[in-house]
């Protein structure tokens, strides 16, 4: 047993005087006080710890005596591996210009993305104040500011402190050089440089229309109106602020760009912005009014909120409960039949092909309408329909692009059940009762329907 234990205790400092290959640390060390870009040599990998055990070069050693560690740990997504000093090597002199470049977060919820594009997925959101690592610039699509000019400022390719990867636009990072010793990964004291702290964070924010936040909360997602971004943009970098947003009590879309030369205080939680006929007032931490005068002299209150959900990923969420939507009837058909009202036949691409509705001509459908098109599962339903319907859908057809023909559906054991839903009927995105005389079309699964009147349109009077 003794020679056992001596035989692991050698093979044990064996595997630490090994070399697993060489490391570019990417990310500093504080203890012991290592800076990024230094090429460490590598023995071994801990599984249970994710980190790598790299030595410490002698010019790194705490007061350099014979007791200083020569060993540490380096979390596994802060060190590049190579199998030889020689590829390490050149990678760090590859990396020389960014080893000391680190940026700090100049916007709450900054996203780093899959690709250096403002339309490639998200993968991970910066907190205000957080600070990442630079590990190469990168050559991407420009982005492009609320008025539509390109933003300065360069793609990076980042790396997180928790070892997250991603792409990010410089344009809202402070960038710093940092050589050594500990690295606190905080907000900067604005009270230091004097600013206001409640202006700091309303200016890091992306304000979007209150109805944005009542679609969140009342989980009717109205993708439609999402992509459309509009929203407040202070532009405190430009000195354009920029309201973009639809005006639903008059029916227009108010698209205006105010130029002004600062923004001073104007009461409690409240600014304006000199030079320009515009403020804004915070009424929670998450609520902003914005007020300006228009050409008219009419005062004019918007409200905007800030979402705890990045717009993306709420599109990303919203396309895959349609989907499963969809894909619920397709799975049920996807050929309909009825005797009278033709045949349905459903795409698993979302597309459909309807013949033989002209006795739905032209109180439901218009005349003119080809039968082809796409389902569009956009619409909710009221909570007083739920316990009867399934969903209800939008039959878009393809002629027909700027309307639609709406319709309540439910399963039935032989097949589908869909009623017409009128656009009085509709709000915003949900249908919040059935018509007063409704129209009713069953249809049958497959190629073939029963011979009797089943299939029929029914007109209920309630």
Not at 255 to 262: G, K
Not at 265 to 281: C, E, H, K, V, Y
């Amino acid at each position: 047993m003794l020679l056992a234990a001596l035989c692991a205790l050698c093979a044990f400092f064996a595997s630490c005087t090994k070399l697993a290959g060489w490391g570019v640390l990417l990310w500093s060390s504080d203890n012991p006080a290592v800076p990024s870009g230094t090429v460490l040599p590598v023995y071994i990998r801990s599984n249970i710890n994710q980190a790598w055990v790299a030595g410490v070069p002698k010019e790194y050693r705490a007061g350099g005596g014979p007791n200083a560690p020569d060993k540490f740990e380096v979390p596994l997504k802060q060190m590049e591996l190579f199998g030889t000093k020689a590829a390490a090597l050149r990678r760090a002199e590859e990396f020389t210009q960014l080893a000391v470049m680190y940026g700090e977060t100049l916007q709450d919820g900054l996203p780093l993305r899959e690709g250096p594009d403002n339309n490639a997925r998200r993968v991970y959101r910066l907190r205000l104040g957080e600070v990442v690592k630079l590990l190469a610039k990168i050559e991407g699509t420009p982005a492009i500011s609320s008025t539509g000019e390109p933003l300065p400022g360069d793609w990076y390719q980042t790396l997180t402190q928790d070892g997250t990867i991603g792409y990010c636009f410089s344009y809202r990072l402070r960038l710093f050089e940092y050589s050594g010793g500990k690295l606190e990964i905080v907000q900067r004291m604005v009270e230091e440089q004097g600013e206001d702290a409640d202006l700091t964070a309303t200016l890091a924010k992306t304000w979007l229309p209150e109805s944005y936040g009542a679609m969140l909360a009342n989980n009717t997602i109205d993708i439609d109106m999402l992509s459309q971004r509009w929203g407040f943009y202070p532009g405190q970098d430009s000195g354009k602020a920029r309201l973009f947003l639809k005006d639903m009590e008059n029916d227009r879309i108010i698209d205006t760009t105010f130029s002004y030369t600062s923004i001073q205080p104007n009461g409690a939680r409240a600014w304006r912005f000199d030079g320009a006929s515009l403020q804004m007032q915070l009424r929670s931490d998450n609520a902003l009014a914005v007020q300006y005068t228009e050409n008219g002299g009419a005062f004019r209150t918007f409200l905007f909120v800030t979402l705890p959900t990045d717009i993306d990923d709420i599109i990303l969420q919203e396309n895959a409960r349609r989907s499963g939507h969809f894909m619920r009837i397709y799975n049920q058909g996807p050929l309909f039949s009825s005797a009278n009202y033709g045949s349905l036949t459903l795409n698993r691409n979302g597309s459909f092909s309807w013949s033989g509705f002209d006795l739905l001509i032209p109180h439901i459908i218009p005349a003119s309408t080809q039968g082809a098109g796409k389902v569009v599962m956009r619409l909710y339903l009221d909570s007083s329909l739920e316990n009867r319907y399934a969903g209800a859908f939008t039959l878009q057809f393809n002629e027909r692009k700027d309307a639609g023909v709406d319709f309540l559906y439910s399963f039935e054991s032989q097949g589908l059940r869909i009623e017409y839903a009128p656009k009085n009927c509709i709000n915003g995105v949900t249908v919040v009762r059935r018509d007063t005389s409704p129209t009713i079309v069953y249809f049958f699964k497959g190629g073939e329907t029963p011979s009797d009147d089943a299939g029929e349109v029914l007109i209920i009077e309630e």
